[in-house]
């Protein structure tokens, strides 16, 4: 049995990147099979790291998921020793990660790529 604390800030935030993420991988798609201008979103790391460690730490939350086994008898009606493991968030160590550094600059921006490649025509 598992029971796993929610973190609906972390949850919404990540899967927001990764719709960008799967957005610009086919609006590259699109523009090298089909011809078409499209865009692309250039995630900054800062950003990555503030959806994937920022709630956690604000929620004080760092056990995420407690796994635990239920008891169980053996043929001679004894019960069984039983196993519990307590998931850990990993959060990186001092100076890998600052928390709330994406909010001092932008975490994402759009670059238009047209049918010849980034911004401008390519020769």
């Known amino acids: 049995m598992s029971l796993t604390g929610p973190l609906p800030d972390r ?4 899967s927001v990147l990764i719709q960008r993420a799967v957005s610009s991988l086919w609006g590259v798609a699109r523009r090298r099979y089909l011809g078409v201008s499209d865009e692309v979103f250039l995630i900054s790391t800062a950003a990555v790291d503030d959806a994937a460690f920022g709630a956690v730490v604000a929620a004080g939350q760092q056990v995420r998921t ?7 008898k053996d043929s001679n009606g004894e ?6 493991v307590i998931h850990k968030q990993q959060i990186p160590g ?3 990660w600052k928390p709330g ?4 600059g932008p975490t ?16």
Do not use: M
């Not at 949850?11 to 990540?14: A, F, K, L, N, V």
């Open 108 to 123: 994402w921006r759009r670059v238009a790529l047209n049918r010849h490649g980034l911004g401008a025509a390519s020769s």
């Open 11 to 14: 949850d919404i935030g990540i």
């Open 94 to 96: 001092e100076g890998a």
């Open 66 to 72: 407690y796994t635990l086994e239920l008891p169980k």
């Open 79 to 84: 019960f069984l020793e039983t196993a519990q």
């Open 101 to 104: 550094a994406s909010a001092n």
